[in-house]
Each structure stands twice: as structure tokens, then as C-alpha cells.
């Protein structure tokens, strides 16, 4: 991948030319704010404004527009000069206005709707639109061009920049942080991301802080600290600030323009000199960032019904409301509408004057056709190795162990460097790679990082492709950045503590299924997941580290968006890996143990069991399967092992009871066919589980998971699920599922207790499983580790057929 340096910009101050067409640029795109936010329907004020002109809905949001669209425009201008590759990323959330209004100003909103024309029709639709039933949202969206973060929730804009530029040589992303995204704990934690940010390879993110003092009825943080301590705030972070502060137009554009060249300029020399060789390789770069403090709702209403409105929290949402009770209020906003000057800003059609026109990139120069912000078009699929290369030779279930995790790590390591030319794979995670059994991949490559690295310090390095930091908020932002910018990547994660991200899933989720509706977004690789160190494996950790309920958060999101795969062995696991890798425009969700385990298929079986997503496994049935008196089924690995432990000892205990054996791996086809794509039809569903037999379901997570997934079924009422019920401790694996009910002996009695042709042996057996658990239960208590016949147990051989 070639790396051109950023050059120095040509001039060091602005012209009366360029300052002129700036400052109209930036009128019109306050006046296009204002229009969107009033749903402004005399687009040119021709005539008086009037009640009939505004709508009666006003959603929009004005305190942050101004800042936001000034900084566009002198964006505009570095790009312009330098010719540079640019994205803008929006953090303030409500924001979506001015960026809909600049997109529109570089004519790209209207290329791709044409219907939003560049004269005063399209104008007036798109003020229509904006916030209002049918239009779009008052977020900078996937429907804004340009656009590769959701503002709704904020948070996220800076680990998703960060996340653009790696491996982007060429990319400058320019990441404007408001000040009350910056109080949230994800923006704080984002900071450090300059800490594995390599100028060789890397692109790089300019963080513009700005400050315009308020929240939604507060002061912010950030904007009411002293200078001297928001700069050693920075410093500290490691960061280069330099300050943009005013309110007078004119000062601030000169000023603006002279500190986008300086931080331009540094960044160069940091580029060139690491680029060339001439950079230490031991001594992180110092990179610049703008600190710009500007008044909240600049250039609106000074004063509103004597109350102070510009400079103040105020101007934060709808300045002027109640229009139609007060005359007053229309007129403030007529004055606040032609102060911007419209008629030197469009033309008699409703155009923009060429003046303005001038000011704009042109093609994929723009901020707004950027492809970078519309990564399916710059996406390649990976290449990846021949998953039989890594299979577990498996000659019969049962025969042998293996670290399903540790198997996936040297699939994972043999896609690292199939991929190493093209830099576009990357692994994230909360320092956990190598707990989750994934270390195979520093044989080919390190974790990034930019600090000092000391002697004794292993799989460091600056060209590093994992990247670790103990915040899952960041991992997750960066790797949506990764993604969303045309690449590939996988996030590995303890389960329990993926729940930290659950609102940054909902967020992807959703920009998901709404970019399904947007003809001109481009799919872009999956976001994968891997859950390990699960909740049946918390040996030491205890209670705190178990919790399996992502996935309930997962099957609240729209089935054509997430998936959810519980491999019971290595083989499935490494057939899921090659699959996900190979998807787009979904969330894959992979929950796999760590510890050494049974193997049950081998690579073919595997890969027929997956492509099905369930199936009778006729070796581990018993007796006529075909006609069972019970179905034992499962999902999940320690679920799989504990339903096979229930048949071995159901088959000794009553040889003469048909057992039917059903595993899932993948848990969407338990729901309908109609609901889920993967979903089974009821005619599929009946012939797997009947339609009046026992059910005895062994699951990884939450019971009521099954149950919500198949309550539409017809032997819905004899399905009797067991999993994790919220018991947890500092215990053995073993009695982990004791605990919860999901061993062996439980599942044995959950048979006796439901099957008819086991009840003449019933009492008996209930009482002997009984002993076993008090057995149990003495034993690890009195020993710290489970009996030897639990540690030792193994699928008899030849039970299979």
C-alpha cells in the first residue's frame, strides 16, 4: 500500500478572496440549518415570513450546528489546497442539520437523491424532511452522506476515526468531539488511541475539541475548566492542542485557517520522517489536535423574551418555539433567517452562487463522497487458508481433546498472514488474545503498540495487527471504524463483559438495518464476535464472570441482521471462523470455550453439521431413534458434553429407551422460517423434535432463551429446557452446571420425571442420581476439584453407530 506524505498547505494566511468565500460558504450553510430546523417552506424568503411558511414540528437541534459547519468549510479549504484525502466524522450528536446542509452544499445529497435538487424545489424538500415523519433524523445518520458515525448515542466518534485510520496510509480523518460527547466514559477512554497510531502505515485522526460551553441545560466540563488546565489535560493524553477561540467572524476565520495549517504541517513531519526512516523508532509521535471555542447557537438570536440565548444552553435545542403564539418569536426568526443574506448566497433558481460552489472539493475530494465513508466500495474479501489444513483429526467422537480456541488462534494466524500485504484484517480485544487461546497469531504479527517497549516485554511491536486496550468500548470503536471503512476484523471478548458494549451492538445494529434502505450504502463486512472464557469455564473468577446474556440482547435486533453460532467442538468452530469471515452487513456472534475438550466430528461432519445449523447425531441416539420416547438436545459445548454424559448413563440405566440426540449449532433455526432466514420450517422443526415427545434441552445461556425462540412451536408445552439460572460461585466447572441444574444427573432426572417409559424404574433412579449430586457435592467441597469419575469421564467406545 503506497503512502504519500501530507504536504505543508501553500499559503500562510488567508486572502479577502478566500476569506470572503468562505464565510458566504459557511452563511449558507447556517441558513440551510436553520431552513431544516423551522421546516422552512419560502426556502428564499421572496415574500414576508408568515405562520403557514414554518411547521408546527420542531425537532432539530441549533446550539452546535455553527461550529460544526465552520469547521466543514475550513476542511474544505485544506482539502482544496493539498489536494487531500479527508472524512469527517460529526461527534456532537445532534448535529445531523449541518451536516446535511454541507453534503448538500457540495451538491453530493443531491447526486444521490436526485429528488433534493440543487434550486429552490429541492431546497424546500429538503427542509421538509428533516425530523419529520417519512424523512430523516436529526442525527448525523447513514442517510448523510459522508457519514460513518451515529450520533445518536454519544460516545463513539473518536474511536471509530481512530479506527478508520489504521492501515488508511493516505486518510486524514478529521474528528470533531463535542464537549458534552467528551464527558462520556468511551470518549475519555479514547483518548489513549493515539497511543497505537503508526504514521507509517497508518493514516491519521485530527481530534477538533469543541467547546461551546453547554449541554442540553448545563455547563460541560471541558468548556468551563482553565486553559492552562484543559492544555496539560491534553498534553497529558499526549497530544499537541492548539487553540481556536472567538466570536467575531472574521478573527476566527483567519485563525482557524492559520491553525489548520500549522496542524497540518506537523503532521506532515511526523509522516515524512517515519515514512523515511528518520523517525525513532522507540519514541511515540506527538500529534496535534484543535481545541476551538466558539459560542453555543453562534450567529442565532442574541436574546430571546429578554432571557440570553447565543452563548448560552439555551440556543441548544429550538431557539424559537411556540411560533404560532407568538408573532414575536416569527419575527426574531425572519431577522435570524436573513442576517445569513440569502440572496448572496443562491442565486434566482435556488442554487448556490458560484462563489460559494468554488469553495467545495470536487469529486471524491468531497467529505461527503469520500469512499472511505462508504467502505463497501473499497471492500475485498479476504483471503483465507484451507480450514482442512487446521482441522482436529477426529476418527471417532469422543477419541481425543483439543482447545477449540487455540485451534481457531492458528486459523486465525494462517489468515493474518494470507492478508499481511494488504493490511485490511485486524484482531481486537481487552488484553484477553492470548487468554482466549488465540496467541498463535504473534507468531506472525505483535499487538500495536507505540510506547516505550522494554526488553523483557513480549509480542509488542509498532507494526503490530492486534490491537489490546482494557476497554471494550474502544475495541468495539475501533473495529466499527475498521469495518465501516471497507475492512475486516474480530473482536474475542470474555462473555460476561461483552455486555459493557451492549449499547454500542444496539448502535451498530441499527445503522445496519437502516443502511439496508439506502440504495447507495455498500455492504461492509461483518462484525464478529467471539465469547470465550464463558460461563461454564470460571473456575477462579467466580460469580462476577458469569453471565451469558448477550445473546438475549442479540435476538432483540432484526434476524436479517445478527447471527448466533454455539459450536459444540474445535471443527465447528473453525468452519463457523471461515464463514463469518466471509459475510457482510451482519453482527456474528461465536460463543466457544477455551479449555481442553471432548472433539466430536471430524472436519466433514463438521462442515455438514454447520451448513444445516442442527441435526440428529445418530452415533450419540440410542436404541430406535427414529421412533424416541424422549429427545435429548442441546447447544453449546459444556451442554453438548453434559446431554452426552445424561445419554451414556440413560442408555446403562434403561438400555430398552430410545433416545433421539439433537444438537444445534446454529441457535437461529429454532425459530421459524418465516421469522428468521435460517429458521426451520414447522414440518422440519416437528421432524427433528416431534410433535408430543419429551424435550429435555440442554442450553448454553439463559432457559427462557429456548423457550422464547420456540413457543410457536407445536410441542412447544413438552420442551423442558435447563441452563444457566443465575447460580454462581467460585467452584469447579463441574459443579457449575450443578449449581444451575444442567449436569448430567439433573438431565437424567428431567428424563425420569417426564418420560413414561422410563417411570417404572422412576423412584429408583431419581434416588441413585440424587446420591451422585450429594456425592458430588462432598467431594468438591472436601477436595477443590470434581470427583475422578466426572474428570475421567469419556463417551464410551462404540456407543456411537
Same mark, same amino acid.
Given at each position: ?7 505543508p ?25 436553520v ?5 422552512l ?8 415570513? !408568515? ?61 444521490l ?18 425530523s419529520f ?12 452522506p ?7 448515542e454519544l ?10 485510520a ?5 486518510l ?22 493515539n ?15 469543541h ?34 477561540e ?8 483567519a ?15 511526523i ?20 481545541i ?15 432571557l ?17 403564539e ?6 426574531i426568526?425572519?431577522?435570524?433567517? !436573513? ?5 448572496e ?31 463497501? /466500495? ?5 483471503e ?55 496467541q ?26 492486534v490491537?489490546?486496550? *482494557? ?11 475498521y469495518? /465501516? ?10 462473555e ?5 458494549v ?22 461492509i463486512?461483518?462484525?464478529?464476535? *467471539? ?18 446474556g448477550?445473546?438475549?440482547?442479540a ?13 459444540p ?39 455438514a ?30 451442554p ?7 445419554v451414556?448413563? /440413560? ?15 446454529? *441457535?437461529m433455526?429454532?425459530?421459524? !422460517? ?13 421432524? /427433528? ?44 466447572p463441574f ?13 437424567v432426572?428431567s ?43 469419556q ?5 456411537e453407530?
Amino acid at each position: 500500500m503506497n503512502a504519500k506524505t501530507t504536504a505543508p498547505v501553500s499559503s500562510s494566511w488567508l486572502s479577502n478572496q478566500e476569506l470572503q468565500q468562505i464565510d458566504a460558504y459557511w452563511r449558507a450553510a447556517n441558513y440551510l440549518t436553520v431552513g431544516q430546523i423551522y421546516l422552512l417552506d419560502n426556502p428564499l424568503l421572496r415574500e414576508p415570513l !408568515r405562520l403557514e411558511h414554518v411547521k408546527p414540528r420542531l425537532l432539530g437541534h441549533w446550539g452546535t450546528s455553527p461550529g460544526l459547519s465552520f469547521i466543514y468549510a475550513h476542511l474544505n479549504r485544506v482539502i482544496r489546497v493539498q489536494d487531500a484525502n479527508m472524512i469527517y466524522i460529526c461527534g456532537p450528536g445532534h448535529g445531523g442539520p449541518a451536516m446535511v446542509a454541507n453534503t448538500y452544499l457540495e451538491g453530493t445529497y443531491s447526486e444521490l437523491n436526485p429528488e433534493i435538487s440543487l434550486d429552490e424545489d429541492g431546497m424546500r424538500k429538503l427542509f421538509r424532511q428533516f425530523s419529520f415523519p417519512g424523512g430523516i433524523p436529526s442525527h448525523a445518520a447513514p442517510e448523510v452522506p459522508g457519514s460513518i458515525n451515529e450520533g445518536g448515542e454519544l460516545g463513539y466518534a473518536l474511536s471509530h476515526a481512530y479506527g478508520a485510520a489504521f492501515d488508511n496510509p493516505d486518510l486524514i480523518v478529521a474528528c470533531v468531539v463535542g464537549d458534552g460527547e467528551a464527558e462520556t466514559g468511551p470518549l475519555a477512554a479514547a483518548w489513549h488511541s493515539n497511543k497505537f497510531l503508526n504514521p507509517r502505515h497508518d493514516g491519521v485522526v485530527l481530534p477538533i475539541l469543541h467547546l461551546n460551553g453547554y449541554k442540553i441545560a448545563n455547563p460541560t466540563v471541558l468548556g468551563r475548566i482553565a486553559e492552562n488546565e484543559l492544555r496539560s489535560l491534553f498534553v497529558g493524553y499526549g497530544y499537541d492542542p492548539l487553540f481556536v477561540e472567538g466570536n467575531e467572524p472574521r478573527a476566527m476565520h483567519a485563525r482557524m485557517a492559520a491553525v489548520l495549517e500549522e496542524a497540518m504541517q506537523k503532521i506532515g513531519a511526523i509522516q515524512q520522517a517515519a515514512r523515511a526512516g528518520k523517525a525513532r523508532r522507540d519514541s511515540r509521535p506527538v500529534w496535534p489536535m484543535i481545541i476551538l471555542r466558539s459560542p453555543k447557537g453562534w450567529t442565532g438570536p442574541k436574546t430571546v423574551d429578554g432571557l440570553k440565548t447565543e452563548g448560552f444552553w439555551r440556543s441548544h435545542q429550538v431557539p424559537l418555539a411556540a411560533l404560532a403564539e407568538n408573532p414575536e418569536h416569527l419575527k426574531i426568526l425572519e431577522e435570524w433567517l !436573513r442576517s445569513y443574506r440569502p440572496d448572496e448566497l443562491f442565486d434566482a433558481t435556488g442554487c448556490p452562487v458560484a462563489e460559494i460552489r468554488a469553495t467545495t472539493p470536487r469529486g471524491t475530494r468531497r467529505m461527503s463522497a469520500n469512499p472511505h465513508a462508504n467502505g463497501g /466500495l473499497l471492500r475485498k474479501s479476504l483471503e483465507l487458508p484451507d480450514l482442512r489444513q487446521h482441522a482436529v483429526p477426529v476418527t471417532k467422537p469422543g477419541a481425543g481433546k483439543a482447545e477449540a480456541t487455540r485451534v481457531m488462534g492458528g486459523f486465525l494466524r494462517a489468515v493474518m498472514e494470507a492478508n499481511e500485504a494488504s493490511r485490511n484484517f485486524r484482531i481486537v480485544g481487552p488484553d484477553e488474545t492470548a487468554s482466549n487461546r488465540l496467541q498463535d497469531v504473534f507468531e506472525v504479527t505483535e499487538r500495536a503498540w507505540m510506547e516505550d517497549i522494554l526488553p523483557e516485554d513480549v509480542h509488542l511491536g509498532h507494526d503490530g495487527r492486534v490491537l489490546e486496550i *482494557l476497554s471494550e468500548h474502544t475495541c468495539q470503536g475501533w473495529l466499527e471504524g475498521y469495518l /465501516l471503512t471497507g475492512r475486516h476484523g474480530l473482536f474475542s471478548c470474555y462473555e460476561a463483559f461483552i455486555h459493557i458494549v451492549d449499547s454500542m451492538f444496539n448502535q451498530h445494529a441499527k445503522w445496519l438495518d437502516a443502511s439496508h434502505d439506502i440504495p447507495w450504502r455498500q455492504p461492509i463486512s461483518s462484525l464478529n464476535y *467471539l465469547l470465550t472464557s464463558h460461563v461454564w469455564q470460571q473456575d477462579h473468577n467466580g460469580f462476577s464472570h458469569q453471565d451469558p446474556g448477550f445473546v438475549d440482547l442479540a435476538l432483540n435486533k432484526k434476524p436479517d441482521i445478527v447471527r448466533v453460532y454455539l459450536p459444540p467442538d474445535a471443527n465447528t468452530l473453525l468452519y463457523l471462523t471461515d464463514h463469518v469471515l466471509r459475510t457482510w452487513d451482519r453482527i456474528n456472534i461465536i460463543v466457544a470455550g477455551k479449555a481442553p475438550s471432548w472433539q466430536w466430528l471430524s472436519m466433514d461432519q463438521a462442515m455438514a453439521h454447520c451448513e444445516t445449523g442442527i441435526g440428529i447425531w445418530e452415533w450419540a441416539s440410542h436404541g430406535n431413534s427414529a421412533e424416541p420416547d424422549v429427545v435429548m438436545a442441546c447447544a453449546g459445548d459444556v451442554p453438548t458434553l453434559e446431554s452426552l454424559a445424561a445419554v451414556q448413563l /440413560l442408555k446403562e440405566l434403561i438400555p430398552d429407551l430410545n433416545i433421539r440426540f439433537v444438537n444445534v449449532v446454529d *441457535l437461529m433455526t429454532l425459530q421459524p !422460517r418465516e421469522v428468521h432466514p435460517h429458521g426451520l420450517s414447522d414440518r422440519e422443526f416437528d421432524g /427433528l423434535f416431534t410433535t408430543d415427545k419429551p424435550v429435555i434441552f440442554a442450553y448454553h445461556g439463559y432457559p427462557w432463551t429456548i423457550h422464547r425462540l420456540t413457543y410457536r412451536r407445536t410441542n412447544h408445552a413438552n420442551l423442558h429446557v435447563r441452563g444457566y439460572n443465575e447460580e454462581g460461585t467460585t467452584t469447579t466447572p463441574f459443579d457449575m452446571t450443578v449449581l444451575n441444574g444442567l449436569d448430567r444427573f439433573h438431565l437424567v432426572q428431567s428424563v425420569l420425571d417426564r418420560v413414561p417409559a422410563a417411570r417404572a424404574r422412576g423412584a429408583q433412579l431419581k434416588q441413585l442420581m440424587e446420591t451422585s449430586l450429594i456425592q458430588h457435592r462432598e467431594y468438591v467441597r472436601a477436595h477443590g476439584q470434581d470427583m475422578p469419575e466426572i474428570r475421567a469421564w469419556q463417551w464410551t467406545p462404540g456407543t456411537e453407530r
